[in-house]
């Protein structure tokens, strides 16, 4: 019931086109669900993030939609961009607690010129 | 701020020998994580402290594996024996304890390649 899990593990989208991944849940408890993007050699850095009592969030190109009853959210990147190649994670957590996060197994983007 | 901080950034050891981590997190950040990323398993969580003090080290693959926070500003993951399928990648990563953010900050990352 801790799990997380992300889809497609991979992604390849032409440049100017759209990129989705999405994510399923299954701890009602969850009330956190960020998105952390990873370049090579890098560590993870926070993206955008989003709480259940909105349904989507946008953030420039960056959008999360959330479907709190399906238990999912997934990540749109819009106009997507050769710069936007990485690797992105989903992850939840509860609040109030020490801010353990449930990541997702990665999704690499390829965005390609 | 220099955001957080780990050390070596590189590591090659061969099989048997004890390797030591090290990670220095955001000042004021009051919890911090340990994560190894490999390819098969994605980004694992370790172990992670609050207040120093360790919360669920139930990550953490073996008793060769053990993790320190003595102070606020300093943590070490020792490794000992290692082993070739330790090689991985470490990740330290601290969080700020107020406010409802639950952002994680990461260092760069220590690359372990054990022989």
């Known amino acids: 019931q801790q799990q997380v899990k992300q889809s497609p593990q991979s992604l390849i989208v032409q440049k100017g086109g759209i990129s989705i991944i999405n994510c399923a849940y299954e701890n009602t408890a969850f009330d956190y669900f960020p998105w952390y993007q990873q370049f090579p050699g890098k560590g993870p850095a926070l993206l955008i993030a989003i709480r259940p009592d909105v349904s989507e969030k946008k953030e420039g190109r960056f959008t999360i939609s959330f479907n709190k009853s399906a238990k999912q959210f997934s990540l749109h990147i819009m106009d997507s961009q050769p710069g936007d190649s990485a690797t992105y994670f989903c992850?939840?957590?509860?609040?109030?607690?020490?801010?353990?996060?449930?990541f997702g197994q990665g999704t690499t983007l390829q965005v390609k010129p | 701020d220099a955001g957080v901080i780990q050390s070596p950034r590189h590591e090659v050891t061969e099989m048997g020998q004890e390797v030591t981590l090290r990670c220095k997190p955001i000042?004021?950040?009051?919890?911090l994580f340990w994560y190894r990323q490999t390819m098969m398993r994605g980004l694992e969580l370790l172990i992670y402290?609050?207040?120093?003090?360790?919360?669920?080290d139930s990550g953490m693959p073996e008793d060769r594996f053990s993790a320190k926070m003595p102070n606020a500003s300093f943590s070490t993951l020792k490794i000992q024996p290692s082993e070739p399928r330790d090689s991985a990648v470490y990740f330290c990563?601290?969080?700020?304890?107020?406010?409802?953010?639950?952002?994680?900050?990461f260092g760069p990352g220590t690359r372990l390649t054990v022989l």
């Open positions: 992850a939840a957590s509860i609040s109030g607690n020490t801010g353990k996060l449930i």
């Open positions: 000042s004021g950040h009051n919890s």
């Open positions: 990563a601290s969080r700020p304890g107020q406010g409802r953010s639950g952002e994680q900050f």
């Open positions: 402290f609050n207040n120093n003090v360790p919360i669920d």
